[in-house]
């Protein structure tokens, strides 16, 4: 599989690319399973979920498939309640030391994502790699604490200055559940696994190395025995390389404001993922591959797998996901 040579530290001619989010929204296909069914329908019923994610492949050459679910899938295995509206609500907000020594395992970890992982490799082709994921204990935390996405993340942020200790109580616990999570995940099928750091922007460099790292180097370490890619995004983090740098990851995802030859020297001897931001499918055909081209250029020098800085977005033009790859799989690196 031309992802995983990548994704293990081998330039070849053609760098491997997928995209962030390319299971969903952007596709008819896709609105047309969500119009039959909710979102947690379509991510706890495996036999949807995996439907959702073969479709890209179905149109598109692409060189790994995403599982279809969400970071907060797991949570529930910790008796946490969770509604889509469309984004995550959390009905109960973590806000005290009481609540969250209160959280214990209480289920099996989201065992229907591990059946739809088992769907989607039996019917993926042996040269797709399939991708499974997670979201970080730091940026899980900020939704349990807030109740929801938010700008600011105001109860988050307060939370973790006014009750240190609580906040590590919660990120320990949920790194012991991401843990069984993601381990399953690998023995399901998965080849990587993405940890997803979504609002890692919102810390400076001495708070994220706190709380941020050490649980991610525990993850981490615990995904070294499955022989699974480990794969670490961080959001908005240009300013926290130098702490991303010491997390094991084999992969490290940037986002569309980093550049490609500043994280190589940052980030000497991993394989780098990224970063056409997902603006640029909706320039003209020209731009597009220009800016294609110029990221291939700038990610020359080391193993380098094609990807978007963050997600597609829901309305993107589907001819202009078909011309990136194209152009992708036309660029010689070699």
């Not at 889509?84 to 065992?111: C, H, Q, T, W």
């Amino acid at each position: 599989m031309s992802f995983l040579q990548a994704a293990r530290g081998i330039s070849e001619e053609r760098a491997p690319i997928w995209l962030m989010r390319q299971a969903g929204r952007y596709l008819p296909e896709y609105l047309a399973v969500k119009a039959k069914s909710s979102f947690l329908e379509m991510t706890r019923t495996p036999e949807i979920a995996a439907e959702i994610t073969l479709q890209p492949l179905r149109r598109f050459p692409l060189d790994a498939a995403i599982i279809f679910s969400d970071i907060m899938t797991p949570l529930e295995a910790l008796g946490i309640d969770i509604t889509f509206n469309p984004g995550p609500s959390i009905a109960k907000p973590l806000r005290s030391a009481a609540s969250i020594e209160a959280l214990a395992m209480r289920d099996e970890v989201a065992p229907f994502v591990g059946d739809a992982l088992r769907i989607v490799r039996a019917e993926l082709a042996p040269d797709v790699a399939l991708i499974g994921f997670g979201g970080t204990p730091l940026t899980l935390a900020a939704y349990l604490v807030e109740g929801g996405g938010s700008k600011e993340y105001t109860h988050f942020r307060q939370f973790l200055r006014r009750e240190p200790a609580a906040l590590h109580l919660l990120l320990d616990k949920l790194t012991e559940l991401s843990i069984v999570y993601l381990r399953m995940q690998v023995a399901a099928g998965a080849d990587a696994i993405q940890l997803f750091d979504s609002w890692a922007g919102l810390h400076d460099a001495v708070v994220y190395r706190e709380f941020g790292l050490p649980y991610y180097k525990r993850i981490m370490d615990a995904l070294a025995d499955t022989g699974a890619v480990r794969m670490f995004f961080a959001l908005g983090a240009a300013h926290l390389m130098d702490v991303v740098a010491e997390v094991p990851a084999d992969v490290v995802s940037v986002d569309w404001r980093t550049d490609l030859r500043a994280a190589r020297a940052q980030l000497p001897g991993r394989t780098l993922q990224g970063n056409l931001d997902p603006a640029v499918l909706y320039a003209d055909r020209a731009t597009l591959a220009s800016e294609a081209q110029r990221i291939l250029r700038s990610g020359l020098g080391g193993a380098h797998i094609f990807n978007l800085g963050h997600g597609i977005w829901p309305d993107t033009p589907i001819d202009a996901v078909a011309h990136l790859i194209e152009t992708v799989h036309a660029f010689k690196r070699l």
